[in-house]
Each structure stands twice: as C-alpha cells, then as structure tokens.
C-alpha cells in the first residue's frame, strides 16, 4: 500500500508532537535509584548541608552566562534551596583528568553533597564507556569516603532522534547505590526551546535541571 505524501507528512508531525509530550511526561517523572536519604541532610536546620556542583560545562553553566548574571543550574539551585551551591564546573572537562581536581575540591569544602556531571566530554571523544564508567565509580566513591552523599546527572550519548542518557550512568548508579536522576539534561536537550546548542540548556533548561534537583534533595522524588 502507497503513503501519500499528505498521509507520511502527518505521521512525521504525529511522531514529532508525541515525542514533545513524551518528553515533558519525563520531565515531570524521573526514574531514581538510590540507597541514601539525602532529604535528612536538607532538614538539618541547625546544620544547612554543604553542597557542591562537580562537573564541566553543564555545571558551570555555559549558555547561561550573558551579561555577567550567572543563570547555571548550581546557581538557580541555589535560590530554590536556600543555602549557597558552590560551582565547581569546568568548561570542557573530562572525566579521566577531573579526579585530581574533585580530590582537592573534597578537601576544600568537606561536602555533605555532591552533584556530579561528568563525562560528556569524553562521549563526544569517543571515548571507551567501560573507563568512563570506572573514572565515575572512583569520584563516587572518593566522595562516599569522604562522607558526602552524591546525586549523579547523567549525560546523553549523540542520536539522530531520541536523546537518552548513556547507560553508563544506571551501571554506576546501581554498583555504588548513589540517587540517580536519570534523562534530566537528555530530556531538557531534546526541547529546542530549552537549549542554547545542541549540547548545552538555556537559562530555562537549566532552570527545570535546578527543579528536579530541588525535588531530589528535599525528597519529593
């Protein structure tokens, strides 16, 4: 049977309408996994947590930062929270040389919480996802021995259509116990409307990252 152009342009709108919709239903609901009770640490009253955003650019907030106002996620999160989110992004950042600096960052500011967005730069390289796994594992494990409580962002691996997290970012999850928010920037990045670029949100986009974070962190996930 022959489609009639008509007939194929209104399924390709059809298909391009139910992705829209399909991605804000997984704005609004995330799947998680963790073994760890972050809300105590936020309840706390007598000693607000100690939190620090870790990561590249998507920390840092590139596409995000006109005119000398700062409208990353960390910052964002910040005002949601109530309490200071240090910012320790670094534009083009990849997981094998971050773990030096993420020691040094754990001993600066003794965190309670660790927001942790690595390895999008080395997916975009090419780089094998066994190592990048294994670089994620030891930052999760260097913070856990550190006593902080770690939230990991998982980053999406380049498609032509659908934009999902790279499954590397479940594996450490579940191997290390750690609350994962899964698809939040994969699914703000598949909204035209809430990217600066093909890789990075606007001020917007990091605006619902800082909301879902702010979920998590006060236990409404």
Known sequence: ???SKSELLFIIVALFVGLHFF????LDNHTTTSDENIAELFYDTQNPPVIVAFGDSLT??????EDGIDRSYPAQLSKLLGVDVINEGVPGEMASRAQKRF???????NPDIVILCEGGNDILRSRKHDLIKNDLKKMVESAKSAGAKVI?????E??????????????VANETGVLYLEDIISDVLSDGSLRKDQIHPNAKGYAIIAQKIDKAIRGGL
């Open 158 to 171: 380049p498609q032509q259509f659908f934009l999902r997290d790279a499954k590397l970012y479940r594996d």
């Open 23 to 26: 991605n804000q239903y997984k």
């Open 103 to 109: 020691e040094s960052v754990l001993k600066k500011y």
């Open 60 to 65: 840092y907030g590139t596409g995000a930062r």
């Open 1 to 3: 049977m022959k489609i």
């Open 152 to 156: 990991l962002l998982g980053v999406p």
